[in-house]
């Protein structure tokens, strides 16, 4: 396994959740991270990115200021910290990567994916 994300459970509004992905370096070298998240009858979205220099990193516009994308500095590891959770932030999270040198920021450019990890928001 090369990807592999946990964290998810059962969390009331307002609460908060720190998903990790763990990352095999051997396997990729230097790589992109996103998180994505899948809600039934819904299209895939794409929650954050840490490009690999750790610079530029992006949210979407449905958890800006409530999400952080960081990497522990064995770089083995990626984090995504949600707060002030919604019931609609409610959906499987997924964490995939990419190694080559095209844009992060594109879903489609992502090949590597973990299995999902089912955050579910509701009192």
């Known amino acids: 396994v090369q990807l592999q994300a946990s964290g998810g459970g059962l969390v009331q509004p307002g609460g908060s959740l720190r998903l990790s992905c763990a990352v095999s370096?051997?396997?990729?070298?230097?790589?992109?991270m996103g998180w994505f998240r899948r809600t039934p009858g819904k299209e895939r979205e794409l929650v954050a990115v840490l490009p690999w220099r750790g610079d530029r990193k992006w949210y979407a516009d449905s958890v800006k200021g409530r999400v952080t994308i960081s990497r522990n500095s064995a770089k083995d590891t990626v984090w995504l910290q949600i707060n002030s959770l919604k019931p609609e932030d409610t959906a499987v999270y997924y964490c995939?990567?990419?190694?080559?040198?095209?844009?992060?920021?594109?879903?489609?450019?992502?090949?590597?994916w973990g299995q999902g990890t089912l955050v579910t928001v509701s009192s």
């Open positions: 370096v051997r396997a990729f070298g230097a790589y992109d």
């Open positions: 995939a990567a990419k190694t080559d040198s095209s844009s992060p920021y594109s879903m489609s450019n992502y090949v590597h």
